[in-house]
T-cell receptor, first 114, second 115 residues
């Protein structure tokens, strides 16, 4: 079965704290793609990152970093020094190689308080 | 920067009525998608479209739904006879065919309210 699990439903932090959003996926494919999208209160889905299964390098983009570990089927997302503007729902998604569709997790609602 | 656009942003309709949701994908993209998100829930795949035909569809995409690319720019989702449970945010997405740029970009969504 192809599945994405985001066990954290809601996270609340105070501004400037670091926060990690967990994502665990299931697939039997050897080639697949993982994504993170941000959904701010305005409702749109904003692409953050794509990671291919054959590229396990971690990535850092400003305050954002992603830790991809195939051994544990996890693709976690860390925000360093969180800001109020980071408040949103964050979705992790899986795209198996033999399909174009994205399989989304349930999302994690992040609230950053001033 | 090119982006996916959707119209209308909000559609209110009566149960049993037909609705057409419109999308303009990014111009050089070849794969098109519709997803829906019931309020407070996860985003669910409905259908994918390539080369003027459906390439994949989910169980949700039953005979009440249809998609069309009526011209070179628009991509539409039609719901023939809306039900209360069709109330959701509908997202259109597109991507380029090339694997190296395999990212789906989403439109801002259309909020459909069925009364």
């Amino acid at each position: 079965a192809q599945k994405v699990t985001q066990a954290q439903t809601e996270i609340s932090v105070v501004e400037k704290e670091d926060v990690t959003l967990d994502c665990v996926y299931e697939t039997r494919d050897t080639t697949y793609y993982l994504f993170w999208y941000k959904q701010p209160p305005s409702g749109e889905l904003v692409f953050l990152i794509r990671r291919n299964s054959f590229d396990e390098q971690n990535e850092i983009s400003g305050r954002y970093s992603w830790n991809f570990q195939k051994s544990t089927s996890s693709f976690n997302f860390t925000i360093t020094a969180s800001q109020v503007v980071d408040s949103a729902v964050y979705f992790c998604a899986l795209r198996p190689s033999n399909t174009g569709k994205l399989i989304f997790g349930q999302g994690t609602t992040l609230q950053v308080k001033p | 920067e090119p982006e996916v656009t959707q119209t209308p942003s909000h559609q209110v309709t009566q149960m049993g009525q037909e609705v057409i949701l419109r999308c303009v994908p990014i111009s050089n993209h070849l794969y098109f998608y519709w997803y829906r998100q019931i309020l407070g829930q996860k985003v669910e795949f409905l259908v994918s479209f390539y080369n003027n035909e459906i390439s994949e569809k989910s169980e949700i995409f039953d005979d009440q739904f249809s998609v069309e690319r009526p011209d070179g720019s628009n991509f539409t989702l039609k719901i023939r006879s809306t039900k209360l449970e069709d109330s959701a945010m509908y997202f259109c997405a597109s991507r380029v065919a090339a694997q190296s740029t395999d990212t789906q970009y989403f439109g801002p969504g259309t909020r459909l309210t069925v009364l």
